[in-house]
């Protein structure tokens, strides 16, 4: 099984556990996005390229169960899997509460941008204040998750240094 | 200079999805899941359906073990509530059945026949809210019954909300909290005040719901509301909630009021689809026919039908 695989693999397993399983496991009311920690774990290991496309990919796949704009989620991944790969490249070490603080960090910027350009296309669900509360509560959930989701990536795509730059050579 | 070549690559994929994302924005916002993209959308309900239904057997007692570890505090506060409430609803039980005897006694010497007979199907919830700005329903029934877009839905202590999407196996419920969504509704008339109507909507991180009616409305706390006789989306007469709050506006050009629905969504398990659509009433109505000697009702179709309003 190519890596590619195993990696759509993850994802698919992702976006059913998001829709099926995590509306019972919510905490102060949110659900964690699982796609976006997946992008950033990927964007952290692999690098900008591949974190904008498996962001892509995972928030597509959960738009097609939202009733929000298609797009809206698939946009927001892209972008903070590709951010997260840019700033990795400048990070000289990886202390274990790294995957938890990108959690947070990760989980507030989607977050915003989410809201953002939901305001712009009429999501009427993300105005006020609630839309920042909710996606504070987010992101803390995101960070609790963190750890695992990036430890499952690190089983799925392995340890390879040279994968990084094959994204962009491809 | 390899360096450099790479960094445009990811510049010109970044720009390759982001104008792909807005793209796919713009067509759903403009036309809806109507097209092609709702098809991906139904395909991939289709598929994930029996699965989320499956999933949804084992993961909802862990859900409600993980609510009751969470909430304790409020499990116990509800409790409490909730035995005061039935112990003030048993002392209202016994005038409302004599409330209800007289009034089939009343119906039945003007023979007014104003029951709203409606075919309708019933379906189990498989799915809630998946995203944090998604207050959804997804539902194991579909097309399959007869159910389309912007049917109404209702429980037993009132309406639910509507149909947004409907595939082959499944449908999608906008939910009346949902601040997208809308319902024409009526106050019940005090003495010499009429009953009053006005457009009801859902609101940012709120359960209630805001009406805008008329000056001069008279609205009390806890009076019943209704969907109206304007409703395009409802059937006239279905119970709504309470009013929870009512205030003047400034400059008395009408009265700001809160509804507080009857439905709990969190506790619902099944719902009900009604198979009415707006500027359908033939199916709906009953067309009485009323002789000398007899009265005669009848209902297009002969699948299941309900009694849902009075």
């Known amino acids: 099984m190519t890596r590619a695989s195993r990696l759509g693999a993850l994802i698919f397993v992702i976006v059913i556990t998001q829709v099926a399983v995590f509306p019972h496991l919510r905490l102060f009311g949110v659900v964690p996005d699982l796609g976006m920690i997946v992008a950033l774990a990927v964007g952290y290991q692999e690098g900008p390229e591949a974190g904008a496309i498996v962001g892509f990919v995972a928030g597509f796949g959960f738009d097609l169960f939202l009733s929000t704009p298609l797009g809206l989620d698939a946009l927001t991944y892209a972008i903070v899997g590709y951010a997260i790969g840019v700033l990795e490249s400048g990070l000289f070490r990886s202390p274990r509460w790294l995957p938890s603080f990108l959690g947070v960090v990760g989980g507030l910027a989607g977050g915003l941008l989410f809201i953002g350009i939901g305001v712009l296309v009429g999501v009427g669900a993300v105005k006020g204040t609630q839309g920042v509360v909710t996606i504070s509560y987010a992101a803390l959930y995101d960070a609790l998750l963190a750890p695992l989701v990036f430890f499952l990536v690190r089983r799925v795509l392995g340890r390879d240094d040279r994968v990084r730059d094959a994204w962009s050579s491809r | ?310």
């Open chain 2, 1 to 310: 200079m390899a360096g450099a070549r790479r960094a445009s690559r990811r510049r010109y994929v970044l720009l390759v999805i982001l104008l792909t994302c807005l793209t796919l924005i713009t067509l759903d916002t403009r036309n809806g899941r109507s097209g092609p993209l709702g098809a991906m959308g139904r395909i991939a309900h289709r598929i994930v359906s029996p699965a989320q239904g499956a999933v949804d057997d084992v993961a909802r007692p862990v859900g409600d073990w993980w609510d009751g570890l969470i909430n304790s505090g409020n499990l116990k506060r509800d409790n409490r509530r909730l035995q005061e409430q039935i112990a003030a609803l048993r002392g209202k039980e016994t005038a409302a059945d004599q409330a209800i005897k007289e009034n089939i006694e009343l119906k039945k010497s003007l023979l007014l026949h104003n029951l709203l007979e409606v075919k309708n199907v019933t379906g189990l919830i498989v799915g809630r809210d998946p995203g944090n700005f998604d207050p959804t329903l997804t539902i194991d029934k579909g097309s399959e019954t007869g159910i389309s877009v912007d049917m109404p839905v209702i429980a037993p202590e009132g309406i639910v909300g509507k149909v947004i999407e409907v595939w082959n196996g499944g449908a999608k419920i906008q939910v009346l909290t949902d601040p997208n969504f809308s319902v024409g509704v009526q106050t019940p008339g005090h003495g010499a005040s009429p009953a009053t109507t006005g457009i009801a909507s859902g609101q940012v991180g709120s359960h209630d719901l805001a009406v805008l009616f008329d000056a001069g409305t008279s609205v009390l706390r806890g009076d019943q509301i209704v969907t109206s006789p304007q409703s395009t989306l409802f059937p006239s007469g279905l119970a709504v909630g309470t009013i929870a709050t009512a205030t003047n506006q400034p400059g008395n050009i009408g009265v700001n009021a809160t509804i507080t629905p009857y439905v709990h969504l969190g506790a619902l398990q099944h719902v009900t689809v009604l198979l009415w659509s707006q500027g359908t009433p033939g199916p709906v109505l009953p067309t009485t026919t009323t002789t000398s000697t007899t009265t005669t009702t009848t209902v297009p179709g002969s699948t299941t039908t309900t009694r849902v309003g009075g």
